[in-house]
Protein backbone atom coordinates (compact mmCIF):
# COMPACT_ATOMS: atom_id res chain seq x y z
CA UNK A 1 0.00 0.00 0.00
CA UNK A 2 1.51 3.62 -0.36
CA UNK A 3 2.85 5.75 2.07
CA UNK A 4 -0.04 7.77 3.40
CA UNK A 5 -3.22 7.14 1.72
CA UNK A 6 -5.29 4.35 3.51
CA UNK A 7 -2.31 3.83 5.75
CA UNK A 8 -3.41 2.16 9.48
CA UNK A 9 -0.37 2.43 11.45
CA UNK A 10 0.16 4.34 14.46
CA UNK A 11 0.62 8.06 13.44
CA UNK A 12 4.09 9.45 14.46
CA UNK A 13 3.39 13.33 13.94
CA UNK A 14 0.68 15.68 13.32
CA UNK A 15 2.29 16.27 9.99
CA UNK A 16 1.46 12.34 8.83
CA UNK A 17 -1.79 12.82 10.37
CA UNK A 18 -2.82 15.41 8.04
CA UNK A 19 -1.32 14.04 4.66
CA UNK A 20 -3.47 11.01 6.11
CA UNK A 21 -6.79 12.78 6.15
CA UNK A 22 -6.12 14.35 2.38
CA UNK A 23 -5.72 11.21 0.91
CA UNK A 24 -2.88 11.92 -0.25
CA UNK A 25 0.62 9.15 -0.31
CA UNK A 26 3.84 10.97 0.73
CA UNK A 27 4.54 11.17 -2.95
CA UNK A 28 1.45 12.71 -4.15
CA UNK A 29 1.81 15.44 -1.04
CA UNK A 30 5.63 16.61 -2.32
CA UNK A 31 3.96 16.52 -5.75
CA UNK A 32 0.78 18.85 -4.33
CA UNK A 33 3.24 21.39 -2.09
CA UNK A 34 5.38 21.76 -5.29
CA UNK A 35 2.71 23.08 -7.43
CA UNK A 36 1.22 24.80 -3.97
CA UNK A 37 4.34 27.07 -4.21
CA UNK A 38 4.64 27.43 -7.55
CA UNK A 39 0.57 29.13 -7.29
CA UNK A 40 1.79 31.15 -4.20
CA UNK A 41 5.24 31.94 -5.45
CA UNK A 42 6.85 30.41 -2.20
CA UNK A 43 10.19 29.27 -2.79
CA UNK A 44 10.19 26.42 -0.34
CA UNK A 45 11.01 22.72 -1.67
CA UNK A 46 9.59 19.39 -0.78
CA UNK A 47 11.26 16.21 -2.02
CA UNK A 48 8.98 12.77 -1.37
CA UNK A 49 12.57 12.03 0.74
CA UNK A 50 12.12 14.67 2.16
CA UNK A 51 8.75 14.65 3.53
CA UNK A 52 9.24 10.67 4.41
CA UNK A 53 11.65 12.29 6.95
CA UNK A 54 9.69 14.45 8.28
CA UNK A 55 6.46 12.53 8.95
CA UNK A 56 8.97 10.02 10.68
CA UNK A 57 9.80 12.75 13.32
CA UNK A 58 13.72 12.66 12.36
CA UNK A 59 13.73 15.97 11.78
CA UNK A 60 13.62 19.16 13.98
CA UNK A 61 12.09 22.70 12.86
CA UNK A 62 15.67 23.88 13.37
CA UNK A 63 16.78 21.61 10.67
CA UNK A 64 14.61 23.03 8.07
CA UNK A 65 15.44 25.89 5.43
CA UNK A 66 12.82 28.70 6.69
CA UNK A 67 11.41 28.73 3.20
CA UNK A 68 10.49 24.86 3.43
CA UNK A 69 8.61 25.95 7.35
CA UNK A 70 6.66 29.07 5.31
CA UNK A 71 5.66 26.54 2.82
CA UNK A 72 4.72 23.63 5.35
CA UNK A 73 2.65 26.59 7.61
CA UNK A 74 0.80 27.91 4.55
CA UNK A 75 -0.17 24.62 3.25
CA UNK A 76 -1.82 23.26 6.48
CA UNK A 77 -2.39 26.75 8.09
CA UNK A 78 -0.77 25.52 11.46
CA UNK A 79 2.79 25.85 13.17
CA UNK A 80 5.55 24.28 12.58
CA UNK A 81 6.11 22.90 15.88
CA UNK A 82 2.88 21.58 16.10
CA UNK A 83 2.96 19.86 12.45
CA UNK A 84 6.33 17.72 13.54
CA UNK A 85 5.05 17.01 16.90
CA UNK A 86 3.22 13.87 18.06
CA UNK A 87 -0.30 13.70 17.52
CA UNK A 88 -2.18 13.32 21.17
CA UNK A 89 -4.28 10.29 21.69
CA UNK A 90 -8.26 10.99 21.98
CA UNK A 91 -10.33 8.49 24.04
CA UNK A 92 -13.38 6.97 22.60
CA UNK A 93 -14.99 7.07 19.03
CA UNK A 94 -12.30 5.86 16.79
CA UNK A 95 -13.35 7.52 14.07
CA UNK A 96 -12.20 10.45 15.34
CA UNK A 97 -8.41 9.02 15.63
CA UNK A 98 -7.34 10.97 12.25
CA UNK A 99 -9.82 13.86 12.59
CA UNK A 100 -9.56 15.41 16.02
CA UNK A 101 -7.13 18.23 15.19
CA UNK A 102 -8.97 19.30 11.72
CA UNK A 103 -12.30 20.90 12.12
CA UNK A 104 -14.20 22.52 9.43
CA UNK A 105 -16.45 25.18 9.17
CA UNK A 106 -19.53 24.54 6.66
CA UNK A 107 -21.66 27.24 5.64
CA UNK A 108 -24.87 26.54 4.47
CA UNK A 109 -25.68 29.78 2.85
CA UNK A 110 -29.14 30.22 1.45
CA UNK A 111 -31.25 33.48 -0.73
CA UNK A 112 -34.86 33.07 -1.01
CA UNK A 113 -34.81 28.53 -2.93
CA UNK A 114 -31.62 29.03 -4.03
CA UNK A 115 -28.37 27.66 -1.83
CA UNK A 116 -24.50 28.54 -2.41
CA UNK A 117 -22.36 25.34 -3.71
CA UNK A 118 -18.71 25.70 -4.98
CA UNK A 119 -16.85 22.89 -7.34
CA UNK A 120 -13.24 21.83 -5.61
CA UNK A 121 -10.48 21.95 -8.02
CA UNK A 122 -9.15 18.76 -9.10
CA UNK A 123 -10.06 15.22 -7.88
CA UNK A 124 -8.60 13.83 -4.46
CA UNK A 125 -10.10 10.17 -4.49
CA UNK A 126 -12.92 11.42 -2.53
CA UNK A 127 -15.40 11.40 -4.40
CA UNK A 128 -16.30 15.10 -3.95
CA UNK A 129 -16.80 18.12 -6.46
CA UNK A 130 -19.18 20.16 -5.77
CA UNK A 131 -19.57 20.85 -1.86
CA UNK A 132 -20.96 24.16 0.67
CA UNK A 133 -17.92 26.66 1.07
CA UNK A 134 -15.84 25.71 3.86
CA UNK A 135 -12.66 26.52 5.98
CA UNK A 136 -10.41 25.32 8.76
CA UNK A 137 -11.03 26.16 12.01
CA UNK A 138 -8.32 27.10 13.58
CA UNK A 139 -7.46 27.40 17.80
CA UNK A 140 -9.18 30.06 19.21
CA UNK A 141 -11.86 30.97 16.37
CA UNK A 142 -15.17 30.52 15.82
CA UNK A 143 -16.86 28.28 13.56
CA UNK A 144 -19.39 30.63 12.95
CA UNK A 145 -16.44 33.32 11.92
CA UNK A 146 -14.85 30.73 9.52
CA UNK A 147 -17.94 29.97 7.88
CA UNK A 148 -18.99 33.80 7.41
CA UNK A 149 -14.65 34.69 6.12
CA UNK A 150 -14.45 31.27 3.81
CA UNK A 151 -17.60 31.86 2.03
CA UNK A 152 -16.60 35.48 1.24
CA UNK A 153 -13.23 34.51 0.52
CA UNK A 154 -14.48 31.94 -2.01
CA UNK A 155 -17.31 33.52 -3.38
CA UNK A 156 -17.52 36.82 -3.02
CA UNK A 157 -20.83 36.64 -1.27
CA UNK A 158 -21.83 38.58 2.65
CA UNK A 159 -23.38 36.67 4.87
CA UNK A 160 -24.75 35.99 8.12
CA UNK A 161 -24.92 33.56 10.83
CA UNK A 162 -28.79 32.03 11.25
CA UNK A 163 -28.01 29.45 13.35
CA UNK A 164 -25.69 25.86 14.17
CA UNK A 165 -26.98 22.73 12.23
CA UNK A 166 -24.70 20.84 14.12
CA UNK A 167 -21.34 18.70 13.71
CA UNK A 168 -20.61 15.33 12.85
CA UNK A 169 -17.33 13.21 11.35
CA UNK A 170 -17.88 13.44 7.61
CA UNK A 171 -18.19 9.84 6.26
CA UNK A 172 -16.21 10.45 3.71
CA UNK A 173 -12.54 12.64 4.32
CA UNK A 174 -13.11 11.73 8.08
CA UNK A 175 -12.99 15.50 9.38
CA UNK A 176 -15.23 16.61 12.07
CA UNK A 177 -17.30 19.56 10.28
CA UNK A 178 -19.51 21.68 12.32
CA UNK A 179 -22.70 23.07 10.32
CA UNK A 180 -23.84 26.47 10.44
CA UNK A 181 -26.72 27.65 8.42
CA UNK A 182 -26.48 31.06 6.72
CA UNK A 183 -28.64 33.90 5.59
CA UNK A 184 -27.29 35.67 2.49
CA UNK A 185 -26.44 39.69 2.88
CA UNK A 186 -25.05 41.30 -0.17
CA UNK A 187 -22.84 40.08 -3.34
CA UNK A 188 -22.79 38.64 -6.47
CA UNK A 189 -21.38 34.71 -6.25
CA UNK A 190 -18.19 34.58 -8.34
CA UNK A 191 -15.13 32.19 -8.40
CA UNK A 192 -12.81 34.22 -6.34
CA UNK A 193 -10.17 31.59 -5.31
CA UNK A 194 -9.26 30.08 -8.42
CA UNK A 195 -6.56 27.72 -6.91
CA UNK A 196 -9.07 25.80 -5.14
CA UNK A 197 -12.27 26.07 -6.91
CA UNK A 198 -13.15 25.75 -10.53
CA UNK A 199 -16.66 27.11 -9.99
CA UNK A 200 -19.42 28.75 -8.23
CA UNK A 201 -23.51 28.62 -8.56
CA UNK A 202 -26.37 29.53 -6.65
CA UNK A 203 -28.96 26.32 -6.97
CA UNK A 204 -32.38 25.63 -6.13
CA UNK A 205 -32.10 23.37 -3.20
CA UNK A 206 -34.65 20.52 -4.25
CA UNK A 207 -31.75 20.46 -7.05
CA UNK A 208 -28.75 19.54 -4.14
CA UNK A 209 -28.61 16.29 -4.68
CA UNK A 210 -27.37 16.69 -8.74
CA UNK A 211 -24.59 18.41 -7.04
CA UNK A 212 -23.94 16.14 -3.97
CA UNK A 213 -24.70 12.59 -3.47
CA UNK A 214 -28.00 12.85 -1.01
CA UNK A 215 -25.89 10.01 1.55
CA UNK A 216 -23.06 12.83 1.86
CA UNK A 217 -25.36 15.70 2.69
CA UNK A 218 -25.74 15.90 6.67
CA UNK A 219 -29.64 15.01 7.62
CA UNK A 220 -30.04 18.01 9.83
CA UNK A 221 -28.74 20.36 6.56
CA UNK A 222 -30.98 18.72 3.79
CA UNK A 223 -34.23 19.50 7.12
CA UNK A 224 -33.00 23.15 7.20
CA UNK A 225 -33.26 23.84 3.68
CA UNK A 226 -36.39 22.05 3.18
CA UNK A 227 -38.29 24.44 6.08
CA UNK A 228 -36.48 27.63 5.17
CA UNK A 229 -37.68 26.48 1.59
CA UNK A 230 -41.46 26.36 2.89
CA UNK A 231 -40.91 29.92 4.88
CA UNK A 232 -39.59 31.36 1.94
CA UNK A 233 -42.12 30.20 -0.14
CA UNK A 234 -45.21 30.82 2.39
CA UNK A 235 -43.39 34.34 2.90
CA UNK A 236 -44.06 35.34 -1.38
Not at 32 to 43: C, G, I, L, M
Not at 205 to 229: C, H, K, M, N, W
Amino acid sequence: MPEGVGATGPLRTVLEQRIRERRQTFEEFAEYAETFAREHDEPGTLSHRHVQRLVAGRMSAESLRPATVRLLERIFETGIDELLSAPHEVSGNPQFQLSYALRVAVAVVVRDSKVLVVCRRGDDGNGISWQFPAGIVKPGMSAETVAIRETLGETGVHCSVARKLGSRVHPVTNVVCEYILCDYLTGDAQNVDVVENVGVAWIDRDQLGRFIPADQVYPPVLEALRLTSLLASSAS
